[in-house]
C-alpha cells in the first residue's frame, strides 16, 4: 500500500455494540459518545461530537471523534478515528503546507490504526493567524505534541487499554512535523517518519531570493519551454554519473553539469538562457550563503526541474506572470499561481519575522543578512534543526528519513547534511543507523510524482524495525504508468546508492544491489 501520497448512536445503543465492535477490548472500554469520552478526555481536552461512520470501500467502520485541546492563549483542533478492528496502534497523520487543515486518516483506518490529526491551532483560509504567537507556537510545533497526548489518552479509554505503539507519518510540513517530534518531544513516539521534511525559515528565505531574481524583469522569467530545455540537458548530463542511463539521476551529488553551456550565444530562444535567466538557474541551484559564507537556504540537486510537478508547480508556474507598472512581475493575479510563491507570500506577511507589524514587508522586501536576526525567533519555533536526537535514540525511538532527490519545493541537501550532522553527533554512520535511517527517492518530486519509483510502503518498514528490529536494509519502490507498474528500485539507506548488477531488466528491484557510492 501506498502511504505517503484516508450514524449517530445513542449512548445506550453504542454501550450495548462496544463489545461487537472492539477487538480484544477490556472491560474498561467505552462508548462512541460524546458524554462518555469526555469523562475520559484528559485536562484542557473538549469533545464536540463523536459519531459511527459505517464502513465505505476499503475503509471500515469506525468511531469519528471531533475536539480541541486548549493550549496558552488557543485551542487546537483534532480528529480521532477509532476503527471497528482496531490493530492496537496509534497512527498520527502530519499535515503539509502552512497547516491550517485536518489530515486525511483513511490510511491509518485501512490498517486497523486509531489515527489522529490536527489543522494546529490555526484555519487555513485566514492568512493572518501568523500574527498570533501562541498560534505560530501551536503550528511549531506544540499543537502536535497536544494532539498526540490526547490522541493516545482518548484511544486507551475507548480500547480499555493502551496503545502498544505509537508512529507519526508526514511528508513535507508533515516532515517538518515529525522532526519537531523527535526534536521536542521524544517520548509522544515510537517511531517517526519524516518525508521530504521542510525546514521552515531557512527555505522560505531562498526561496524568495529565487523570486526576487525570477520577478525582476520580463527577460529573467523561465518559461516552460526553457524549463524542459534545462530538464533534457541536466538529465542527458548527470544520468550516466551512477553508471546506468537509464533516465533517472541516482546521485546528483556525482554529477558535474555547468550551466553556463545553455547561455544563448545570439539571440534570445526556447532552448538557451539569457544572462539574467542564467542567473535565476544559479540562485536555485546554489542556495543562499550569508554574508560569512555559510549556507543559509540549500540549493537543488540538478535533475528536479521538468514535468507538470516540477519548477513549473513550485516555482515558474504554467502561465507568464502579469507585467506591473515598473517593469518587475507579479503572480499575483495569474493563473496557475505556482505554490511556492503563494507560500513565500503568506510566510513573508504573516510569519518570518518575530514582530509582523509591518503589513508592507514581503519577499521582496527581503535581504539575507540584514532580516536574519529579525528571522531568529521565528527560526527556532519553526526550524526543526537540532541535530541532538540523542534523547529519541536513549527512549528507543525510530526514525526513518526519505527525500525525493528530484523535489523542487525542498532541497534534499538538506536532509542529507541534517542526516550527517545527526550521524557526527552521535558517533557515526553505525551509531546513527542503530536508531534513524535515510532514504534518497531518486527521480521522486515532491512527496511524490516525478520520473523515478515514488509509491514504497514507508510505515510496514517502520513497523518491522520498532516490533521486531529489523532494520529495513532497503524499502522496495514502485512506478505507474496509470495503473501499470513499469519499474522497481530498491531504496537504500543514505550513503548508499542502487547500483546494477548487469544482469537482468533495469526496470526490475532485483537487478540491482545497494552499495556505497
Known amino acids: 500500500m501506498k502511504l505517503h501520497a484516508l450514524v449517530l448512536m445513542s449512548a445506550t445503543a453504542a454501550v450495548a455494540a462496544v463489545s461487537a465492535h472492539l477487538v480484544a477490548a477490556d472491560s474498561g472500554a467505552i462508548a462512541c459518545a460524546v458524554g462518555p469520552l469526555q469523562q475520559q478526555a484528559p485536562a484542557g481536552t473538549t469533545i464536540t461530537s463523536a459519531t459511527i461512520v459505517e464502513a465505505t470501500g476499503t475503509q471500515p467502520k469506525y468511531c469519528r471523534v471531533d475536539g480541541h485541546t486548549a493550549t496558552?492563549?488557543?485551542?487546537?483542533?483534532?480528529?480521532?478515528?477509532?476503527?471497528?478492528?482496531?490493530?492496537?496502534k496509534f497512527y498520527f497523520v502530519g499535515v503539509g503546507g502552512l497547516g491550517g487543515t485536518i489530515g486525511r486518516l483513511d490510511a491509518g483506518l485501512e490498517r486497523g490504526y486509531a489515527s489522529a490529526s490536527t489543522d494546529t491551532g490555526h484555519d487555513a483560509d485566514d492568512p493572518t493567524w501568523g500574527r498570533n504567537r501562541a498560534k505560530e507556537?501551536?503550528?511549531?510545533?506544540?499543537?502536535?505534541?497536544?494532539?498526540?497526548?490526547?490522541?493516545?489518552a482518548l484511544t486507551a479509554s475507548f480500547y480499555g487499554r493502551a496503545p502498544a505503539h505509537a508512529y507519526f507519518n508526514g511528508c513535507s510540513n508533515g516532515g517538518r512535523q515529525a522532526l519537531m517530534e523527535v526534536q521536542r518531544?521524544?517520548?509522544?513516539?515510537?517511531?517517526?517518519?519524516?518525508?521530504?521534511?521542510?525546514?521552515?525559515?531557512?527555505?522560505?528565505?531562498?526561496?524568495?531570493?529565487v523570486f526576487q531574481k525570477m520577478l525582476a524583469s520580463p527577460e529573467a522569467y523561465l518559461t516552460i519551454e526553457k524549463v524542459e530545455?534545462?530538464?533534457?540537458?541536466?538529465?542527458?548530463?548527470?544520468?550516466?554519473?551512477?553508471?546506468?542511463?537509464?533516465?533517472?539521476?541516482?546521485?546528483?551529488?556525482?554529477?558535474?553539469?555547468?550551466?553556463?553551456?545553455?547561455?544563448?550565444?545570439?539571440?534570445?530562444?526556447p532552448t538557451c538562457f539569457t544572462e539574467p535567466q542564467l542567473e535565476v538557474v544559479r540562485q536555485i541551484y546554489n542556495g543562499a550563503k550569508t554574508a560569512n559564507g555559510d549556507t543559509y537556504a540549500y540549493?537543488?540537486?540538478?535533475?528536479?526541474?521538468?514535468?507538470?510537478?516540477?519548477?513549473?508547480?513550485?516555482?515558474?508556474?504554467?502561465?507568464?506572470?502579469?507585467?506591473?507598472?515598473?517593469?518587475?512581475?507579479?503572480?499575483?493575479?495569474?493563473?496557475?499561481?505556482?505554490?511556492?510563491?503563494n507560500l513565500s507570500e503568506q510566510n513573508f506577511r504573516f510569519l518570518a519575522?518575530?514582530?509582523?507589524?509591518?503589513?508592507?514587508?514581503?519577499?521582496?522586501?527581503?535581504?539575507?543578512?540584514?532580516?536574519?536576526?529579525?528571522?531568529?525567533?521565528?527560526?527556532?519555533?519553526?526550524?526543526p534543526l537540532d541535530p541532538d536526537l540523542r534523547p529519541y535514540r536513549a527512549r528507543g525511538g525510530k526514525l526513518l528519513l526519505y527525500h525525493g532527490t528530484?523535489?523542487?519545493?525542498?532541497?534534499?541537501?538538506?536532509?542529507?547534511?541534517?542526516?550527517?550532522?545527526?550521524?557526527?553527533?552521535?558517533?557515526?554512520?553505525?551509531?546513527?543507523?542503530?536508531?534513524?535511517?535515510?532514504?534518497?527517492?531518486?527521480?521522486?518530486?515532491?512527496?511524490?510524482?516525478?520520473?523515478?519509483?515514488?509509491?514504497?510502503?514507508?510505515?510496514?518498514?517502520?513497523?518491522?524495525w520498532v516490533e521486531r528490529g529489523d532494520a529495513p536494509a532497503s524499502i522496495l519502490a514502485t512506478h505507474r504508468t496509470g495503473d501499470r507498474v513499469d519499474r522497481t528500485r530498491p531504496l537504500c539507506p543514505y550513503p548508499q546508492v542502487a547500483r546494477y548488477t548487469g544482469q537482468g531488466s533495469v526496470d526490475e528491484a532485483a537487478s540491482f544491489r545497494c552499495v556505497n557510492p
Open 72 to 88: 496558552p492563549g488557543n485551542e487546537v483542533n483534532f480528529r480521532l478515528g477509532l476503527p471497528e478492528n482496531w490493530n492496537g
Open 137 to 152: 507556537i501551536d503550528y511549531g510545533h506544540r499543537g502536535t505534541h497536544v494532539t498526540a497526548v490526547a490522541g493516545k
Open 185 to 209: 518531544y521524544p517520548d509522544d513516539f515510537d517511531g517517526i517518519i519524516a518525508g521530504d521534511p521542510a525546514t521552515g525559515t531557512p527555505m522560505q528565505a531562498g526561496r524568495a531570493l
Open 229 to 269: 530545455a534545462l530538464s533534457k540537458a541536466t538529465v542527458a548530463a548527470c544520468d550516466k554519473a551512477d553508471g546506468l542511463e537509464d533516465g533517472l539521476v541516482e546521485n546528483p551529488r556525482a554529477c558535474t553539469f555547468t550551466i553556463e553551456s545553455l547561455k544563448c550565444t545570439g539571440a534570445d530562444g
Open 299 to 341: 540549493g537543488f540537486p540538478f535533475g528536479h526541474e521538468g514535468g507538470a510537478t516540477g519548477w513549473r508547480r513550485w516555482t515558474t508556474g504554467n502561465t507568464p506572470p502579469v507585467k506591473r507598472a515598473d517593469n518587475t512581475l507579479d503572480f499575483a493575479g495569474s493563473e496557475n499561481l505556482p505554490s511556492g510563491f
Open 353 to 383: 519575522l518575530e514582530r509582523d507589524d509591518d503589513p508592507t514587508f514581503t519577499w521582496r522586501a527581503f535581504r539575507l543578512d540584514r532580516d536574519l536576526p529579525r528571522m531568529k525567533l521565528m527560526s527556532e519555533i519553526l526550524s
Open 406 to 464: 528530484a523535489d523542487p519545493a525542498i532541497s534534499s541537501y538538506g536532509t542529507v547534511d541534517y542526516y550527517n550532522k545527526v550521524a557526527a553527533l552521535v558517533g557515526g554512520r553505525d551509531a546513527v543507523e542503530s536508531f534513524a535511517r535515510l532514504y534518497l527517492v531518486p527521480g521522486m518530486h515532491h512527496c511524490s510524482g516525478g520520473p523515478g519509483p515514488n509509491e514504497f510502503d514507508e510505515l510496514t518498514a517502520l513497523e518491522r
